[in-house]
């Protein structure tokens, strides 16, 4: 089968790179434009051209994939039998969808219909889901609707953001490299979304990271979980950002205004919130690394009262 891959992120990396361990012709890899950083001082490849260039792969990086007429007589000639889409960041054109006999198809990190969109990870432990998966489904014009082809589950537990990327991002490419021999069998029936079940998980911005102290511990301590380790969860403590990286919901009431730091020790530092206690355990202030409160402590100090908001 002849492939042409458009990924981005570390997730699409970890799926070109069972594509090519599986066998598949991958005719050229496609992804974004190398980003300078330092201030410009250092080019950075994508996860996915580091991928494509240990396996020798020619790479194609178009500032746009729409109205490129080069691109697409490009793609043309070389004929490919399926185009793999995972988290490349650009919208394709309905000529780039319809190219190949195969179509499209796209390894998206939900169940669908649910968390549509560009964060389904994060929100998948942010709204409380149990159970989370990917989908491989064929792309349409439309954001994340096209049928779905075949699913995986993955129990989220106690996973924190980056954790379950790994889990999804193996479990995606395996059952990609499943699914492909499927579909040029023919022996695979796409199964249409139900629109009424979708759910969207849209861009993560660092302000959806700022906790409100007056939702309960357990909504709190998905949020840090979720946003670990980007961008992470933060509060503001005397002026200060105070990034919150663990904690744990205590079966404890309390009156204290929301954010208030009840007490700090070797267990941790607790904190009112929804009329009751969350437990923080690992933190990280402004230039610095994320610590454990306890060994913070040994330096430093954050008094009973401070009020975290």
Request: hydrophobic content about 40%; charged content about 25%; some cysteine.
């Amino acid at each position: 089968m002849k492939t042409v891959f458009m990924g981005t992120p570390d997730f699409a990396a970890v799926v070109l790179d069972s594509v090519v361990k599986a066998g598949f012709e991958v005719g050229y890899v496609i992804t974004q434009p190398d980003k300078a950083r330092d201030r410009g001082k250092k080019i950075q490849f994508t996860p996915v051209k580091e991928k494509a260039l240990e396996y020798g792969l020619e790479v194609l990086q178009p500032e746009k994939v729409r109205g490129n007429a080069a691109l697409l007589e490009q793609l043309q000639e070389y004929r490919p039998d399926i185009i793999i889409v995972v988290a490349y960041g650009q919208i394709l054109p309905k000529e780039l969808l319809e190219l190949p006999e195969l179509g499209c198809v796209n390894v998206h990190a939900s169940l669908l219909p649910k968390l549509r969109g560009a964060s389904p990870i994060q929100n998948a432990i942010v709204t409380g889901e149990t159970v989370t998966g990917v989908t491989i489904m064929q792309m349409g014009e439309g954001l994340d609707t096209g049928d779905m082809l075949t699913k995986v589950e993955v129990e989220i537990g106690r996973m924190n953001g980056e954790q379950l990327h790994d889990a999804l991002a193996e479990a995606g490419a395996k059952l990609l490299v499943e699914t492909l021999p499927k579909l040029e069998s023919g022996s695979i029936t796409p199964i249409p979304q139900d629109d009424s079940q979708s759910t969207y998980a849209g861009l993560i911005r660092k302000a959806d990271g700022k906790i409100d102290f007056r939702k309960t511990p357990e909504e709190i301590e998905r949020l840090i979980r979720g946003f670990d380790p980007w961008p992470g969860a933060f509060c503001d403590c005397s002026g200060t950002v105070m990034k919150l990286w663990a904690a744990q919901p205590l079966n404890q009431t309390c009156e204290q205004e929301p954010g208030t730091v009840l007490r700090t020790g070797e267990e941790g530092m607790d904190v009112s919130c929804g009329g009751r206690i969350l437990r923080v355990t690992e933190i990280q202030m402004p230039g610095k690394k994320r610590v454990f409160v306890k060994d913070y402590l040994r330096g430093n100090s954050i008094a009973a009262g401070t009020l975290l908001k």
